[in-house]
């Protein structure tokens, strides 16, 4: 059974940082994707950054250059750094993995929860001015 539980969520004040943790239990795909998303009330879940498991990474424009995704295969672990934090980041965040890849190459944006099948529990991140 897959699990993934999500961590580090927190309130932080603008220009702060955050690092968020996934741990994966249970996920044994060597061919896979995993992927960091945000959701706002109402709205279609997003992606923030996916990698897939030969460390390729892609991040959504809007945390270019602020955000970097990472993984610790010894850990079973994904990671999302969050720096340069904006209160618009101010959101619910969720991991995601999927055994397959190719996944991680498909165009990012809202609307792509259906590509993934394992899903965590969400963290909130809350960013004050």
């Known amino acids: 059974q897959v699990q993934l539980v999500e961590s580090g969520g927190g309130s932080v004040q603008s220009g702060g940082s955050l690092r968020l943790s996934c741990a994966a239990s249970?996920?044994?795909?060597?061919?896979?994707?995993m992927g960091w998303f945000r959701q706002d009330p109402g709205k279609k879940r997003e992606v923030v950054a996916n990698?897939?498991?030969?460390?390729?990474?892609r991040y959504a424009d809007a945390v270019k250059g602020r955000f970097t995704i990472s993984q610790d295969n010894a850990k079973n672990t994904l990671y999302l750094q969050m720096n340069s934090l904006k209160t618009k980041d101010s959101i619910m965040y969720y991991c995601?993995?999927?055994?397959?890849?190719?996944?991680?190459?498909?165009?990012?944006?809202?609307?792509?929860?259906?590509?993934?099948?394992?899903w965590g529990q969400g963290t909130q991140v809350s960013v004050s001015s």
């Open positions: 995601a993995a999927h055994p397959s890849i190719f996944v991680c190459n498909r165009p990012l944006g809202a609307g792509r929860e259906t590509d993934f099948r394992y």
């Open positions: 990698i897939d498991s030969d460390g390729n990474t």
């Open positions: 249970g996920f044994t795909y060597s061919s896979n994707c």
